[in-house]
């Protein structure tokens, strides 16, 4: 019973950064509110129950070192290089994108609601939030303008998915997981090279900017 | 004979600790700013001298000029009546109690912002408008708060929707609750117009929300209109140290203790918001409001599809 108390709040937990991330246009802050989540994320195979065995110190410390210590670490680092410190709120206002992230949970609960699941879901929570976070990963993404703002954004979705295979925690093989730190690690990786190049190209980081031709 | 005295000591407590709440917020952003700042107790020193003075009342005013800051000043005492203290029960309690909550504070914030028309002044009439603008605003977010916690509560009663916690129930509701007391500081932030909204200590009236709207009053009626802000403060934060502290205690002092540490604690917190954080611009506050309606409004969420 009290690791599904833990387990809810830091599920809401999560979700609330998610959309304290939407409400935020500060480069800085939005890095470190997503290495709160992602902090927050590495606890959540612990509070799961059950015993504690190498694949989860395995997943928790992976998650730690990636995505609480090196992207938000080499993020940081763009945003300095790059001199700028706030994205545009983009094409939505911050007033709709949150009132739009408030819909999207509503939605991933009513979605969750209609899943039909077979084996262990831990806590009601566990799948509405994983939604929800996938959701609002995929708004930030595609709503705001600037590059390091929506590698975020693809990181928030990231975490959502994270979030959904702990479902299939106990049958994934460890080295699935691995991969997939792979993928996000160099994912990031090539993003901040493009983001670079943007960078020195154009003089700015504005990918809307991109689709106008120039001679 | 108990009932009598135990009312009349929630009442004069809620006078007299009110404004110390402003004076540890004064205190704990001095010391964030590495001064010394004002004595803990001068909130106390400024009303004692306005009571002292006497009016100076404009001759374009009416009546209503004169009225406003006792109907504030009663109306929020009135409402201090209906809230528990921590463990101290509210004596007044009925069904549907919490919309004569809310609407207490409305109707002290409508008398404001008449009497801030009244004086005809073009600055006090921006700020009565943008006053109102946010209310709005924060008044449904307020609401989708009470929501919540009715659904939890399933009463509509406030003593029951906030006093009866226990433990155990913030093991069973914890999520929806820790997105209620986020959204409703945020709330309480707007409804008592401190930094990040407005700042109260400010003197550029363009800037001004509140403040702006109570220039032309003085002596003992701005006495009045402090000790109202500082009583809301106190009315408004018990709210928000009763629902995060459920009083088990069987002893009445330690409780006491508990809620008065509590409240304390929570004039530190604000006091702490303000050293950190700026004044965000006139603009950005629908924003800010718009973040505690979604957090309240998956607070509502969770909570249905716990009772469903």
């Known amino acids: 019973m009290m690791t599904s108390i833990w387990l809810d709040m830091a599920l809401a937990v999560i979700v609330i950064l998610a959309i304290c991330l939407l409400g935020t246009s500060r480069l800085g802050s939005i890095v470190a509110l997503f290495a709160f989540q992602s902090s927050i994320l590495a606890a959540v195979p612990f509070l799961l129950g059950g015993e504690i065995g190498i694949h989860k110190l395995v997943i928790t410390i992976g998650t730690l070192l990636v995505k609480v210590i090196f992207i938000p670490y080499m993020l940081l680092w763009a945003v300095r290089h790059v001199s700028i410190r706030r994205d545009s709120p983009g094409i939505l206002g911050v007033s709709t994108s949150l009132l739009l992230g408030g819909l999207l949970i509503a939605l991933s609960f009513f979605l969750s609601s209609k899943l039909v699941l077979s084996g262990k879901t831990f806590s009601g929570l566990l799948i509405p939030s994983a939604f929800s976070t996938l959701f609002i990963g995929f708004l930030l993404l595609i709503s705001r303008t600037k590059a390091i703002t929506q590698v975020v954004g693809y990181l928030v979705m990231e975490n959502g998915i994270f979030l959904f295979a702990l479902l299939l925690f106990e049958t994934t093989p460890l080295l699935v997981e691995l991969g997939i730190f792979l993928d996000i690690f160099v994912g990031v990786f090539v993003m901040g090279i493009i983001m670079n190049h943007i960078q020195n190209e154009f003089d700015h980081m504005d990918t809307s900017q991109l689709k106008s031709l120039k001679e | ?308």
């Open chain 2, 1 to 308: 004979m108990i009932l009598v005295v135990s009312v009349l000591l929630r009442f004069v407590a809620c006078l007299l600790f009110s404004p110390f709440l402003l004076g540890v917020i004064g205190k704990t952003k001095a010391f964030f700013a590495g001064k010394k700042g004002p004595p803990l107790l001068q909130p106390y020193y400024d009303i004692v001298k306005l009571l002292q003075k006497s009016g100076v009342y404009s001759l374009t005013t009416t009546w209503i000029f004169r009225a406003a800051p006792l109907i504030s000043m009663s109306a929020v005492l009135i409402a201090s009546f209906l809230i528990p203290f921590g463990d101290f029960k509210a004596p007044v309690q009925f069904w549907g109690d919490v919309i004569l909550f809310a609407y207490l504070f409305g109707l002290a914030r409508f008398f404001t912002v008449l009497a801030a028309l009244d004086t005809g002044s073009s600055f006090e009439g921006m700020g009565a408008n943008r006053e109102i603008v946010f209310s709005c605003l924060s008044e449904v977010v307020l609401f989708l708060n009470f929501t919540v916690l009715v659904v939890l509560s399933k009463s509509f009663s406030l003593s029951q929707m906030i006093g009866d916690r226990s433990w155990a129930s913030w093991t069973a509701v914890g999520p929806s609750l820790i997105l209620v007391i986020v959204s409703y500081f945020m709330i309480l932030l707007v409804e008592n117009s401190r930094i990040p909204i407005d700042d109260p200590a400010t003197h550029l009236e363009l800037t001004m929300i509140h403040e702006v709207m109570v220039l032309d009053h003085g002596g003992p009626d701005y006495a009045f209109i402090l000790h109202a802000s500082a009583i809301k403060l106190f009315v408004l934060g018990s709210f928000f140290v009763t629902l995060l502290i459920p009083f088990q205690s069987h002893s009445l002092v330690i409780n006491a203790a508990i809620f008065f540490a509590g409240m304390t604690g929570l004039a530190v917190v604000i006091g702490i918001v303000e050293s950190v954080r700026a004044r965000l611009r006139m603009n950005r506050i629908p924003s800010f409001i718009t973040g505690a309606f979604v957090l309240a409004l998956f607070g509502l969420i969770i909570a249905l599809a716990r009772a469903s």
